[in-house]
């Protein structure tokens, strides 16, 4: 008798158990994708931080400063900046940085965003590369 009443269900168990399927499905749907998409953003951000960046030039008064051809007058800026911005850091972390810091500027939002992966954003660090946007 137990048994019949088992696979006699109501039409309410019918449809919640239903519902709690299309949950469920949608539930380990939805994580998959996400899980996809994430792991996109992981592999493009491995394929930047392999980026070769021999390409960019040395800045002729402080070779911390790399550039791409194009974004010469910019250099000149962040040169005149580099001291105080790396001594703020410093400060702030209490801590001197291990090695030398380089900062490599960007010519083209193309180029900026092949070699951080990001858009929108005026500077990013990929590995110990950091990156300056031109829209800076």
């Excluded at 940085?97 to 900062?103: A, D």
């Amino acid at each position: 008798m137990h048994r019949a009443s088992l696979s006699a269900a109501t039409p309410f168990q019918v449809s919640h158990n239903k519902r709690v399927k299309v949950k469920t499905i949608l539930i380990v749907f939805g994580i998959f994708i996400l899980l996809t998409l994430q792991s996109c953003a992981l592999v493009n951000v491995g394929a930047a931080y392999y980026k070769s960046t021999d390409h960019f030039l040395a800045h002729g008064k402080d070779s911390r400063i790399l550039y791409e051809e194009g974004a010469e007058d910019f250099t000149n800026i962040i040169a005149e900046l580099m001291e105080g911005s790396v001594a703020a850091v410093e400060s702030i972390h209490g801590e001197k940085f291990s090695q030398e810091i380089q900062v490599h500027i960007c010519a083209t939002l193309d180029s900026y965003q092949k070699h951080t992966t990001m858009i929108e954003s005026r500077g990013a660090t990929i590995g110990d590369k950091l990156f300056l946007s031109p829209s800076l």
